[in-house]
């Protein structure tokens, strides 16, 4: 991962939905290996952020690059796209584990899609699970584990694929403290390990980690603390 | 990397799941595949009489009272060189007579001068027979000095054959007809599998999954499902067919290559089914 090159570059990136506009003129970057979060109320475009970075939905107008390259070209070769996900991990929002593969099974199932073999696969799921504690509910089910441990599983199935980018959507929303902080302690330590975090919250978003702050409001960035 | 045994893996884990939807399809399947078998061995065995049925054909060839006598046994000689021809039978004036006394009773003949039934040949043949081949036959034989009339029961065998021409089209329609069912029948099951695993397809080509990761399992499932059903069809079939003896005929069954053969089919048409069912989830 090189650092200090921009990885995600909107501009002047407008997308509406029903009708409503989401996003209008939406400018912002991301730097590779940088720890970026972005605020902003219920309804603020968030979650269509997540959408859009995931490869799912391209601008209306205006331009949104990956590494210099436009979303629509990655998204109009299906080999491409799939090469871009394999970098891109999530918690919360449209990232969840899949309900019908054991919380193990589930953190194999990213970094055996990246490419790795089953052995390699099984180790690296096995060190991600024990570094977020989920050795213990390695075999349960998704709808046996509680919000917080998903969450961690989550984060471990990213790590487990060695993902460049983590996409956080509201990752500690309904997580009491304890667990929230935990989530939040090992989003830093993916970053500082070299990964890129895009933090999604309607609240303030943790304290420390992060190297830079956005307020999202009506899809456009109304405030930094650069 | 071992794709290999992560497809493996995934094929169990996937037909693991699902148990009673994977089982309803298999017992559909096997029970369709099961018509197909017992149709093939129907048509076999139909096909078999037919054949059997035709052996039986005779050619009747009658000679012209003016042929000497002298040629009589030139013409069996160049009768029994063709081909078809299994034997030839010469019946004189006098052996017609007492077949026809025979037949009809005897001294039918009496009140005639002199004996009016002609001198005949009787043919018989070998091998596969059809239509085409007896008339093309037949007209040869008119052309033969001394034939004065070929006959064999034309209307019967063009009978025959077109309840045997029936019986082939229509069974080339059912199985055609049985084969669409197989597949809808995978196709319906996988895209009702599909469309409670839309999340989870989701999830995974978030991941960056492709199509070959997705589809794996279910062409598989398709596969599989659908030569075991195959295979388990034709167990039952020669099972039965070892219990059961019948009085008036051998029950003929195809041989066991072409059973292997019919059965991957069935599994390659159960794979196109699965892939039917799911491609729309594909994309």
Not at chain 1, 44 to 62: E, H, N
Not at chain 1, 154 to 160: G, M, N, S, T
Not at chain 2, 164 to 180: D, P, V
Request: aromatic share 10%.
């Amino acid at each position: 991962m090189s650092h200090k090159e921009v990885l995600f570059e909107f501009r002047d990136v407008d997308f509406s939905f029903g009708g409503q506009a989401v996003f209008t003129k939406l400018s912002f970057t991301l730097d590779y290996g940088e720890y970026l979060v972005i605020s902003g109320p219920a309804r603020s475009g968030k979650s269509t952020l997540t959408q859009m970075i995931a490869g799912l939905i391209k601008p209306q107008d205006g331009v949104f690059l990956v590494s210099n390259e436009a979303v629509e070209e990655i998204i109009a070769s299906p080999r491409s796209l799939r090469r871009y996900r394999r970098r891109l991990g999530g918690v919360g929002g449209i990232y969840q584990l899949l309900s019908d593969r054991t919380v193990m099974e589930n953190i194999c199932l990213a970094a055996e899609i990246a490419g790795c073999s089953t052995a390699q696969a099984r180790r690296q799921a096995l060190s991600a699970g024990t570094k977020y504690h989920l050795s213990h509910i390695a075999n349960h089910y998704p709808d046996m584990i509680s919000e917080g441990e998903k969450r961690a599983a989550q984060i471990a199935r990213a790590e487990a694929a060695r993902k460049e980018i983590i996409l956080a959507d509201s990752p500690t929303d309904g997580l009491d403290a304890k667990s929230a902080r935990f989530i939040n302690e090992r989003l830093t330590a993916y970053h500082t390990a070299g990964a890129t975090i895009l933090y999604l919250t309607s609240g303030p978003g943790p304290q420390s980690g992060p190297q830079r702050y956005l307020q999202f409001q009506d899809g456009r960035v109304v405030a930094t603390n650069e | 990397m071992s794709n290999l045994s992560v497809g493996m893996r995934q094929i169990i884990r996937h037909m693991g799941r699902d148990k009673r939807i994977s089982l309803g399809s298999f017992l559909v399947l096997a029970i369709i595949l099961l018509l197909i078998d017992i149709f093939w061995v129907a048509s076999i065995n139909i096909d078999h009489q037919y054949e059997l049925l035709l052996q039986t054909v005779r050619m009747e060839i009658f000679i012209s009272d003016s042929l000497p006598d002298d040629n009589i046994t030139l013409l069996q000689e160049s009768l029994g060189k063709i081909e078809m021809v299994d034997s030839v039978t010469f019946i004189s004036k006098d052996d017609a007579a007492r077949i026809l006394e025979g037949e009809l009773g005897a001294g039918i003949l009496d009140n005639l001068d002199s004996n009016p039934l002609p001198r005949s040949f009787i043919l018989r043949f070998r091998g596969r027979l059809d239509m085409k081949m007896l008339d093309g036959l037949k007209d040869r034989l008119m052309k033969l000095t001394g034939v004065e009339a070929v006959e064999y029961g034309r209307t019967w065998i063009e009978k025959v054959e077109r309840m045997g021409r029936f019986l082939r089209y229509g069974g080339y329609f059912i199985g055609a007809l049985i084969l669409f069912v197989v597949l809808l029948t995978m196709a319906n099951t996988n895209r009702l599998t599909a469309r409670s695993k839309a999340r989870d397809f989701y999830q995974l080509k978030l991941l960056g999954a492709g199509p070959r990761y997705l589809v794996t399992p279910y062409l598989a499932e398709g596969f599989i499902s659908a030569l075991v059903a195959a295979l388990l069809g034709w167990s039952l079939i020669l099972y039965v067919s070892e219990k059961i003896s019948f009085t008036y005929f051998e029950l003929m069954m195809p041989p066991v290559q072409e059973i292997m053969i019919y059965a991957v089919l069935a599994g390659f048409t159960g794979m196109l089914g699965s892939y039917l069912g799911i491609r729309r989830y594909l994309l």
